[in-house]
Nanobody, 117 residues
Framework: QLQASGGGLVQPGGSLRLSCAAS????????MGWYRQAPGKQRELVAH???????NYADSVKGRFTISRDNAKNTVYLQMNSLKPEDTAVYYC?????????????WGQGTQVTVSS
């Protein structure tokens, strides 16, 4: 189970930090990530980070967002700086675990981020 927190209302140019903690143990091979879905749009990848720290970002957030993780706490973070109105969306955390069979996906409940003056 994933529990996300940290969303809210912020002015353009502001910052927010999202957190998502996975309860219980997870496979050592995994990718933790953040997705977002704006009204009327499809869910899209924002950033993800592997269990060994490799990262990938959507072009729209490169240079502004930073994803990180604490493996001891099974927690992933998303530091969002220089926020823009177009970053407004519900943000979902995801963990994809790789074991012997097919990957296993888990999703958080979503946290609203609103960027507006």
């Amino acid at each position: 189970q994933l529990q996300a927190s940290g969303g809210g209302l912020v002015q353009p140019g502001g910052s927010l930090r999202l957190s998502c903690a996975a309860s219980g143990s997870i496979f050592s091979r995994n990718v933790m990530g953040w997705y977002r879905q704006a009204p009327g749009k499809q869910r899209e990848l924002v950033a993800h980070i592997t269990s060994v720290g490799s990262t990938n970002y959507a072009d729209s957030v490169k240079g502004r967002f930073t994803i990180s993780r604490d493996n001891a706490k099974n927690t992933v973070y998303l530091q969002m700086n220089s926020l823009k109105p177009e970053d407004t969306a519900v943000y979902y955390c995801n963990v994809r675990q790789y074991g012997l069979g097919s990957p296993i996906d888990a999703w958080g409940q979503g946290t609203q981020v609103t960027v507006s003056s």
